[in-house]
T-cell receptor, first 114, second 113 residues
Framework: QQQVKQSPQSLIVQKGGIPIINCAYENTAFDYFPWYQQFPGKGPALLIAIRPDVSEKKEGRFTISFNKSAKQFSLHIMDSQPGDSATYFCAASLSTGGGNKLTFGTGTQLKVEL | GAVVSQHPSWVICKSGTSVKIECRSLDFQATTMFWYRQFPKQSLMLMATSNEGSKATYEQGVEKDKFLINHASLTLSTLTVTSAHPEDSSFYIC?????????FGPGTRLTVT
């Protein structure tokens, strides 16, 4: 029930394309859904996040779509650039007495080609 | 967001020795910090939650006597890997919680020979 499923495992798009990464969860107690970008050898960087009472959120070229009834959410990257080539992780947060614990998806390796 | 540093960025140690990794919150007083482990081409796995002034809470399957966590101040948490073995070689990453967000450090690459 704590799992977050992420797909695809890898993705190649052309420069300017719109890669879409999908995630699904089971636990309806999750209350916050962030996306992280990670470059090789670096820590993850928070990209954008959404709460379950919102269906869509945009920040710059990044958009999260959230479907609460289907327990699914996705990341869209508009006008993708070679510099966006990285691994992307979705996550789901569960509030506990001692902190908000994140459960991560398995990751999507994105390559944006010229 | 919060700025987090880790030290060292990489470390090599011999099997059986202990190594300490520091995680600092540079611009934010972090009541709660987290420690993760990431193996090559895998996702992040939460090891433990660290609350300032109290004992860390470890995830199932993580040996608390092997991975000692100390969160002695609002800006510093440490992870000590005791009696390290080659299978402990991994990328260790800390994060700080700021409201709902978690901000991650740059990670520490541990290699045990």
């Amino acid at each position: 029930q704590q799992q977050v499923k992420q797909s695809p495992q890898s993705l190649i798009v052309q420069k300017g394309g719109i890669p879409i990464i999908n995630c699904a969860y089971e636990n309806t107690a999750f209350d916050y859904f962030p996306w992280y970008q990670q470059f090789p050898g670096k820590g993850p960087a928070l990209l954008i996040a959404i709460r379950p009472d919102v269906s869509e959120k945009k920040e710059g070229r990044f958009t999260i779509s959230f479907n609460k009834s289907a327990k699914q959410f996705s990341l869209h990257i508009m006008d993708s650039q070679p510099g966006d080539s990285a691994t992307y992780f979705c996550a789901a947060s569960l509030s506990t007495g001692g902190g908000n614990k994140l459960t991560f998806g398995t990751g999507t390796q994105l390559k944006v080609e010229l | 967001g919060a700025v987090v540093s880790q030290h060292p960025s990489w470390v090599i140690c011999k099997s059986g020795t202990s190594v300490k990794i520091e995680c600092r919150s540079l611009d934010f007083q972090a009541t709660t910090m987290f420690w993760y482990r990431q193996f090559p081409k895998q996702s992040l796995m939460l090891m433990a939650t660290s609350n300032e002034g109290s004992k860390a809470t470890y995830e199932q399957g993580v040996e608390k006597d092997k991975f000692l966590i100390n969160h002695a101040s609002l800006t510093l948490s440490t992870l000590t890997v005791t009696s390290a073995h080659p299978e402990d070689s991994s990328f260790y990453i800390c994060s700080v919680q700021s409201y709902y967000e978690q901000y991650f450090g740059p990670g520490t690459r541990l290699t045990v020979t």
